[in-house]
């Protein structure tokens, strides 16, 4: 069973920035970030693959950036010039280290999720 573990969420001003982080118990081939506001379905931010090619969605491109230390196995995503409209709950997913297809781009596609953290950003 795979363990992901989230932090770094909290508030911001517009403009400013935040750095999750996702500590993964063991290897995954693909990971993504997702976010999600009450009401409206999961949507995601990025995905990486094992080799490090990483596809953002519109509006994370220029802003958003996904990085990994290989030694502890965590993923961050990085928010630069946040907006208010950045607000949601953001969650970490992985596939299961027997995947072995290109990484999905749909919450469905995920097997295991972090427990999410709190992105609020203020005008």
């Known amino acids: 069973q795979m363990s992901l573990v989230e932090s770094g969420g909290g508030s911001a001003q517009a403009g400013g920035s935040l750095r999750l982080s996702c500590v993964v118990s063991?290897?995954?081939?693909?990971m993504a970030w997702f976010r999600q506001i009450p009401g409206k379905q999961r949507e995601e931010v990025a995905t990486?693959?094992?080799?490090?090619?990483?596809t953002y969605r519109d509006f994370a491109k220029g802003r958003f950036a996904v990085s990994k230390d290989e030694a502890t196995i965590t993923f961050y995503l990085q928010m630069n010039d946040l907006k208010p409209d950045d607000t949601a709950m953001y969650y970490c997913?992985?596939?299961?280290?027997?995947?072995?297809?290109?990484?999905?781009?749909?919450?469905?596609?995920?097997?295991?999720w972090g427990q999410g953290t709190q992105v609020t950003v203020s005008s």
């Open positions: 990486r693959d094992r080799d490090g090619t990483t």
């Open positions: 997913a992985a596939v299961s280290r027997w995947y072995n297809s290109p990484c999905p781009r749909n919450a469905d596609g995920y097997t295991f």
């Open positions: 063991q290897y995954t081939k693909c």
